[in-house]
């Protein structure tokens, strides 16, 4: 807050006091935790001590309410992300406890003992050799598909798919 800009030590270096002739200025940053995203910067050319003591008051209220509105806009962006990106490999309610989080989205590793499933048609390769490539697809999509439903009915993870072998984690 500054009631005389072009008298004021801390801006008498800026040409653009001078230049745009700016009489008085508020400026309030915009922080979410420790990190600025923006400003609102108010100026008067026209009046010495345009803005007062409650003007500051009120912008900063402001930019808090704005910095709030950015951050929920943002988390709910984060969660729509995250839920496109695993919604087709994990069960709802692994989905759930991820997007639980809260703030900390970010995806850092943790050690944890897991259990990892590897499954595979038996005699895939000759099976299709009888049935052609049009039933292999539709006959691997089914298995696939019921192996995926019971991965995910049992709150695992679907990590990938090779030809006719599907592999889980829990």
């Known amino acids: 807050l500054s009631f005389n ?14 230049m745009f002739g700016l009489r008085a200025i508020l400026c309030v940053p915009i922080r979410i935790r420790d990190r600025m995203i923006g400003v609102i910067y108010l100026d008067n050319r026209l009046k010495l001590g345009a803005f007062a003591e409650a003007d500051l ?3 900063i209220a402001f930019a ?3 910095a709030i ?11 729509k992300h995250i839920r496109a990106l695993f919604e087709g490999y994990v069960s709802s309610e692994v989905l759930d406890e991820i997007l639980s989080r809260g703030d900390d989205l970010r995806l850092a590793g943790q050690s944890k003992v897991v259990t990892v499933m590897f499954c595979d048609i038996r005699g895939f390769s000759r099976i ?11 006959w691997t999509q089914d298995a696939l598909g019921a192996l995926s439903e019971c991965v995910m009915r049992e ?8 030809g006719d072998e ?3 984690m829990w």
């Open 166 to 168: 599907l592999m889980a």
């Open 5 to 18: 800009a072009a008298a004021d030590p801390r801006y008498s270096q800026h040409p653009s006091i001078q």
């Open 128 to 138: 299709t050799d009888r049935i052609g490539a049009k039933r292999t697809v539709a």
């Open 69 to 79: 509105a950015i951050d929920n806009a943002t988390l709910a962006e984060e969660k």
């Open 64 to 66: 808090d309410q704005a």
């Open 155 to 162: 709150e695992g993870v679907l990590v990938d798919y090779v």
């Open 57 to 59: 008051s009120f912008v």
